[in-house]
DNA sequence: GGCCAGGCTAGCA
DNA sequence: TGCTAGCATGGC
C-alpha cells in the first residue's frame, strides 16, 4: 500500500464535483459521497490499480489523500501523484479569476454560486480525444453510455476489494484494432466509429505525436489536429481544455455553452456561434473556466437546483 | 411522437 | 467562402 496527500490551491469544491459528476456523469470512477472519496483505476507501473481518493480539509483548506492497494514503485508514485493533481487542477489558483469574474454584473453570481469549482481534466490526451469524438453531437448521457461501451470491449479492468470492476481507457493500440463494425454494434454511428479508429491507428502509426502538442500554442494545435478527418475546432478546443487544462479556449460552436450564454445573459434567444464569440471575447484570458462556469448554470438549471 | 443533444463532412452554389 | 442534408440514438 502507498499513500500520500496532494495539496490543492484553495479553494476547492468537492461537492461541486459531485454535482458535476450528475450531470456530466464519468464511468471510470466511482464516488462515495459521505465518507468524501472517490474511486479510479489508474495505469500504475503498466498495470490497473484501484486508488483511492478522499477529499479533505474542506473548501477552504483542501487536500486530497491517495491511497493505492499495491505498492508502486518510486516512479509510478510520481506519475500518479502527477496525473492526480493535473486531473483535479489541483495548481490552478482561481483567486485571480474570482477577482476578475468579481467585477462582472452577469458572471459575479456564477463565482459566488459554484465557488471552488475546477476543471476535472482526463488523464491523457488520447483519451481525451476519444471522449471528445464520442462527445460529438450527442447528448451527455448517451456520450457516457458509448464511452462505458468501449471501456468494456477493450478497456483492462481490476476489481477493488469490495468487488467493484474499474476499467482503465484502452490504450491506443487496443483500439487501432478494432473493427469499424465492432464499433457499430454498440451503437455508434458509421462516421464516429470510423473517426476513433483512424485517429487510435494515426497515434500508434506516429503520424501523431500527442506529446509534442504539449508545448504549441492553442492555435498551432487546432490547425494541425483539424487536418484529421472527423476532427473539428470544437474538438480540438475540447482536447485543449478537457486534456490538457488550458485557460482561454470558447468553444463557441457548443450548443450547452451557447444554452448557458443565453441564460446567464438572459437573452431572447440562443447566440449563434458568431455572437457567442463575440461575447467570449470579454472573458479572455479565462475563457475556458469562465465557460465552465457557464456550463454549470445550465447543469444546475436541469437539476432543478 | 417530435425535437434536441457539449459536431463534422461532403456536396453544392 | 457560405450553406445544408445526413448522420444514429437516447432522453424528455
Request: glycine share 6%; with cysteine.
Amino acid at each position: 500500500m502507498f499513500t500520500s496527500v496532494i495539496d490543492v490551491i484553495p479553494p476547492y469544491s468537492f461537492e461541486r464535483l459531485l454535482k458535476r459528476l450528475e450531470t456530466h456523469p464519468d464511468d471510470q470512477l466511482r464516488v462515495e459521497p459521505v465518507s468524501r472519496t472517490l474511486k479510479r483505476a489508474f495505469r500504475i507501473d503498466g498495470r490497473p490499480q484501484v486508488v483511492t481518493l478522499r477529499f479533505v480539509g474542506g473548501v477552504e483548506q483542501p487536500r486530497i489523500e491517495v491511497q493505492t492497494e499495491a505498492s508502486p514503485t518510486p516512479a509510478g508514485q510520481s506519475e500518479l501523484l502527477n496525473t492526480i493533481r493535473h486531473m483535479f487542477s489541483a495548481d490552478v489558483d482561481l483567486a485571480p479569476l474570482y477577482t476578475w469574474m468579481g467585477e462582472d454584473e452577469k458572471l459575479r453570481p456564477l463565482a459566488d454560486r459554484f465557488r471552488g469549482l475546477r476543471f476535472l481534466l482526463d488523464a491523457d490526451l488520447f483519451q481525451a480525444m476519444v471522449r471528445t469524438i464520442i462527445g460529438q453531437q450527442v447528448n451527455l448521457a448517451f456520450a457516457a453510455a458509448l464511452t462505458r461501451r468501449l471501456l468494456h470491449l477493450c478497456g483492462e479492468s481490476v476489481m477493488d476489494r469490495d468487488g467493484h470492476r474499474y476499467y482503465v481507457f484502452p490504450k491506443a493500440e487496443a483500439i487501432a484494432a478494432l473493427q469499424v463494425e465492432q464499433l457499430r454494434a454498440l451503437q455508434y454511428s458509421q462516421r464516429k466509429a470510423e473517426y476513433i479508429i483512424d485517429f487510435a491507428r494515426a497515434v500508434v502509426d506516429e503520424k501523431i505525436k500527442l506529446d509534442r502538442l504539449q508545448q504549441m500554442p492553442d492555435e498551432d494545435v487546432i490547425n494541425e489536429l483539424t487536418k484529421l478527418r472527423g476532427v473539428g475546432r470544437w474538438t480540438v478546443e475540447c482536447l485543449l481544455m478537457f486534456g490538457m487544462g488550458r485557460p482561454d479556449l470558447l468553444p463557441a460552436a457548443d450548443i450547452g455553452l451557447r444554452n448557458g450564454i443565453q441564460l446567464v445573459y438572459g437573452l431572447p434567444k440562443r447566440p449563434d456561434e458568431q455572437e457567442t464569440r463575440r461575447i467570449g471575447e470579454s472573458w479572455r484570458p479565462w475563457r475556458s473556466y469562465v465557460s465552465l462556469y457557464v456550463w454549470e448554470a445550465v447543469g444546475a438549471a436541469k437539476r432543478k437546483e
